[in-house]
């Protein structure tokens, strides 16, 4: 049961360029941006205060089929495909009045992250799996199980 | 013969996060800025006032293998890989020092655009392909047919 | 009688910068984000396909008090100071649980773009300034006149 | 004796907006380049791995005369002003081909910045001042007192 979470948004003005439509590099962010309203869905914070876990991304792609323009309302869909040992896949939609824009796709990985050393790659902790593949989602339909 | 150009860049502090690297959304920008310094290493502008060509971005993809900070000097490899009828497909590889640090690809569109009417596609006009081509870089040799 | 709009936000990841919070560059963004929110409420886009209406930046200031960091949520308040003949002057207050964070300033010039032509300043239409001061406010208490 | 930088710079694409020309965010993000590049030029970097000194910003204004368009080349001068206990203020002038696009000023503060603390003004230490007043300066005069 794949975990998902939907987003919506308006193009701000700085996210266009010359060519009136919003830059290519953006969508990368809105997906970021659905990734991390559905950890905070999940009760986490992707980048928490006083921890060693960092989550880099080690890929990330977009296939763009029609334009954003400036003040046009969208929906980013965001849906975890995997979770592996050390990192998650996400693949993620972006579309306007149900017409698709866009189609994306993005893997991070779990490091330790120390001062002065370089990033080092670690298992996913037990209890960001459980969370991330939807014990709230029980916990919304009432379930005592969850 | 791939056409290609290099770039060589030093990191701006606000193209950072609070992860303390680049942000990865950044690594498009870069493969941005080397796609059009090679385009003017050919003479031309790939976003000329006065025509209705355009060239939106239809694929973007990058796969990173270890992180930029602030200050770091690190070089853009963008090459022109295929010229199809209507469409350019470049890779790219950032190297620090020799060491490879991400790898892209990008697929952009040649489309019409005219006020009030949606993008259409459009062949790559064949003065943009001899001049991508290299035409140039034969008159670095002084040929005199060039 | 001062017009003004709050807008709550959250901040995103790519906003903060390796000092670990936001970057002060953003704090424009996060004013013109409040700006165009006005504009909307007040019936009107800033940016309206089809118009050779202008609206550049003369001038843009910031006063920093306390950062802002990765999803904080706070708002922006934008009120309109003043509406010159040819201007608009903003004052813009930035919050978070009711403590000040920066204040800004910006002004904005009304244009006539016309193409290949030099942006020329031009007075500001009637039925805007209308809008942006209230006529808008006054149809919420279900004037009959408004 | 006042000491400033200048930065050549060209325009990126993904620094334009819908309107056509450089968004005025970005102006803030050239005064930093140079501002970051005159540290440099002073054998400083602004952001050092390991040190709990930074220098986060207080104010910053610009007021804009002409706007900067895609792959325009531009000058970015900034010079410091003033250097007091806490403090060091700017001003930044853009240019192109001579002409006056934009002039700019900000003020930054030194601030000690311990992990789960918050930030703290401290006084700038001396050798950093000697620096960046242009002891630099003096020893490319071969001078042996630099």
Do not use: Q
Request: hydrophobic fraction near 40%; proline fraction near 6%; charge should be neutral.
């Amino acid at each position: 049961m794949p975990r998902e979470f939907r987003l919506k948004r308006r193009v701000n003005f700085y996210e266009t360029d010359a060519a009136g439509i919003v830059h290519f590099s953006m969508f990368f962010r809105y997906m970021e941006e659905a990734e991390h309203a559905l950890w905070r869905d999940s009760g986490m914070s992707i980048s928490k205060a006083g921890t060693d876990l960092g989550w880099p991304r080690v890929g990330a792609s977009f296939a763009y089929f029609r334009p954003l323009r400036f003040e046009d309302e969208f929906e980013i869909l965001i849906r975890i495909e995997e979770i592996a040992e050390k990192r998650i896949r996400y693949s993620c939609t972006l579309t306007r009045d149900g017409e698709k824009l866009a189609e994306g796709a993005m893997t991070i990985a779990c490091v330790l992250r120390r001062p002065n050393e370089p990033m080092k790659s670690t298992p996913i902790p037990p209890d960001v799996v459980a969370r991330l593949l939807g014990a709230k989602d029980g916990s919304r339909d009432g379930s005592p199980h969850a």
